[in-house]
């Protein structure tokens, strides 16, 4: 009895979020909609490829190269639309990407790329500082040809402490397949003051095979990023935590390069390229859930029931 309650609760949630407020959303039909640089110190590309045919190409790169005395060389990239609205991490939003990949890391070791909200840094913005809310990812090809991608979330801020959590590494194609023509949505779900603590945020990433219609990756549940008591030095402090959520200010939805584990200065370096459809933005948590197509919103509400029946609005 108790299972079909829960069913019937969880199409219940969908239900009643229909009205969740899109705020944008770019189609990219012939230019890119408003996506500008937003940090561009990488001379090895432009983030900000070509719109044609209602795609835009995105460029990312994991583009680590050490230097003497310094950790990780200021040589990334962002680019997105800006918000057009202001928002920090008490508040509650999230983003609904539409796209394909037309090229990914064909090494054995994993390239790191995020997309999500970020902020709009006055200098390098380092690894993940200055508002950044999202989906951090990890591809790899194995040497028997399949395409691998670890799909995590990743918050950072201003203040000055960041943290991610991954879920289980997933199968794009193999046996050499090609994994380019598949049409997939990623939606970032972001709960600012979880549970009515000031100090709190949840962080949802879900990765959607809109080919088939199915969700393929999740976050949900994840304990690091559904409670940040743990993360020093906020400790238990609530004003320390409720500061690090008040500095959290990003400004525009997009991508950025990632500092992890790119290759030494003049090395080739593998792209994770996007062809996207679509991007929008939704000024509620679920709101871009329930704006994935059937049959795969279906499948969003039983994974995503227990993260909505813990908020308290």
Not at 115 to 142: D, E, H, M, V
Not at 207 to 212: G, I, Q, R, T
Request: net charge negative; with cysteine; charged share 15%.
């Amino acid at each position: 009895m108790s299972r079909y309650l829960l069913m019937g609760a969880a199409l219940a949630v969908c239900a009643s979020t229909g009205l969740a407020a899109e705020v944008w959303k770019a189609n990219f039909d012939s230019d890119a909609d408003g996506v500008v640089d937003i940090y561009d110190n990488n001379p090895n590309k432009a983030m900000i490829g070509p719109a044609s045919g209602g795609k835009l190409e995105i460029v990312s790169h994991d583009t680590y190269f050490p230097h003497a005395g310094e950790s990780f060389a200021p040589t990334t990239d962002r680019a997105g639309r800006p918000l057009g609205v202001a928002v920090n991490g008490h508040n509650e939003f999230s983003a609904l990407y539409t796209f394909n990949w037309s090229s990914l890391n064909e090494t054995t070791t994993e390239r790191w790329h995020f997309a999500g909200f970020l902020g709009s840094p006055a200098t390098n913005p380092g690894t993940s500082r200055g508002g950044w809310i999202g989906a951090l990812l990890r591809s790899s090809k194995t040497a028997g040809g399949d395409y691998r991608l670890r799909v995590g979330a990743q918050w950072g801020t201003a203040y000055g402490q960041d943290r991610n959590a991954f879920a289980p590494q997933i199968t794009l194609a193999s046996g050499g397949a090609n994994p380019y023509n598949t049409t997939y949505q990623l939606a970032i779900s972001y709960q600012g003051d979880y549970l009515g603590d000031t100090g709190r945020m949840y962080l949802q990433v879900d990765l959607y095979n809109a080919s088939e219609g199915k969700l393929i990756a999740s976050t949900a549940g994840l304990a690091n990023l559904d409670n940040i008591d743990g993360l020093l030095p906020w400790g238990t402090d609530p004003a320390a935590k409720e500061a690090a959520l008040t500095a959290c200010l990003p400004t525009h939805l997009g991508w950025s390069d990632y500092n992890a584990h790119g290759v030494a200065s003049g090395g080739s370096i593998p792209a994770a390229v996007w062809q996207v459809h679509s991007l929008a933005f939704y000024d509620t948590f679920d709101g871009a859930l329930n704006a994935v197509p059937e049959p795969a919103s279906l499948l969003l509400c039983a994974a995503g029931a227990a993260a909505l029946f813990r908020r308290r609005r």
